[in-house]
């Protein structure tokens, strides 16, 4: 096994940076925007945003939630292992509001596609976007597509993408890692 | 993840502590969901569900088809009164029947302790137990289990008494096992003719006072004095059981310290407890029937996961 360095810590900051700066284009002072973190890996990503768009931009009173769409997959009972939930944490109700899902890796869709159906227990969003860290192009089994992206990879279906953060793994990261 | 180790729920003796951990883990994430403005989701959306009730019940009834359409299974029900039960069908037959149509999981009642185990082996279905005589009915246990721990935090350590009709009561033998598998002490309490004999063998004590014994406890399951399955008198009468095993205010206000006090339902108020106990917030009787539908999703979930899809 070895692995690559895709985005080593200072180009993770740029891109949180970039990232942080294209939602406050997009959402002003976010009054009826929420963000979503998708469980279990985007969750870190989505802290992080809300840290620096309230520290470095001073937009106060950030809505973040944490949705878990493991009850909502479409690959129950067809996967070897058992699915394993994580913790929902939605204290809004997200109807009439825009959504913003934040998720690490995008890479077959399915999990948004899941993530899609999730968010309809709380509500009927005015508008639902997706922001994703690392953006696998070409590998969509879906017709999902990021609204903001830190960086696009070409990857082959044998390697994985790895997202480091200090808080969880020690350091901020990206790998790309080949079996 | 872990799995359960069982592909049936046939009762809290056949399963580890592990797999009643793996079961709160999961319940707490479904109580989550029974919370929300839309409590469904599209899980078991592939399944078929059979609850075969040879035997009345309401709330259990009510709480596994509550927790199987939470869950999106597609549910038959069956009642032994209205059936071809009564035409003198077998067990096998009755279930080989409504398994024909493609029923992936049964959750059954039956009156005879065992029914669960002999189905186990005999159908390709899952199996859930929802009480099988004077046996088990696990998902009971570990509902009420759940609920200690939501209340007291952890089940380990803790002390519980469980008061009342011992004999004929499968709430209890599953409650015994579920305690004593997460490591609490349990001592049961009641009329010496309705404690069964060597119930010492099981590690429990037996005490047949009750204010020593509501002394000792942390929880206190006061369980219903089952006048349907007493065939003779266990006790003079009810208001001298009431007298003895009955907890009013007054003995619960009078204890050393607050304890938690549960009741498996249906009630008999004035009987084995008082209105004013029942109502009152050392009581959590009502938290014990939405944790009953949370832990029951998870169990379902669980079991469900370990079904083979047929295409593959």
Redesign the interface.
Known sequence: MSQKVLLNATEVHIALHRLACQLIENHDTFSNTVLVGIQPRGIYLAERLKELLETEYKIKNIQLGYL?I???RDD???SG????????RLNF?VDEKKVVFIDDVLYTGRSIRSAL??I????RPLEIELLTLIDRRFSRHLPIQPDYRGRQVDAINGEKVKVCWEEQDGEDAVYLVKN | MSELSVNHLLGIKYITEKDIQLIFETADHFKEVINRPIKKVPSLRDITIANLFFENSTRTRLSFELAEKRLSADVINFSAGSSSVKKGETLIDTVNNILSMKVDMVVMRHPNPGAGVFLAKHINASIVNAGDGAHEHPTQALLDTYSIRERLGDVAGKKVVIVGDILHSRVALSNIFALQKLGATVKVCGPKTLIPKHIEKLGVEVETNLRAALNWCDVANMLRVQNERMDISYFPSTREYTQQFGLNKSLLDSLDKEIVVMHPGPINRGVEITSDVADSKQAIILEQVQNGVAVRMAVLYLLASKIMRDED
């Open positions: 878990d493991t009850f909502y129950f009972r067809r292992k058992p699915l394993e939930a994580n913790t929902t109700v159906t999730a309809q227990s709380f509500g």
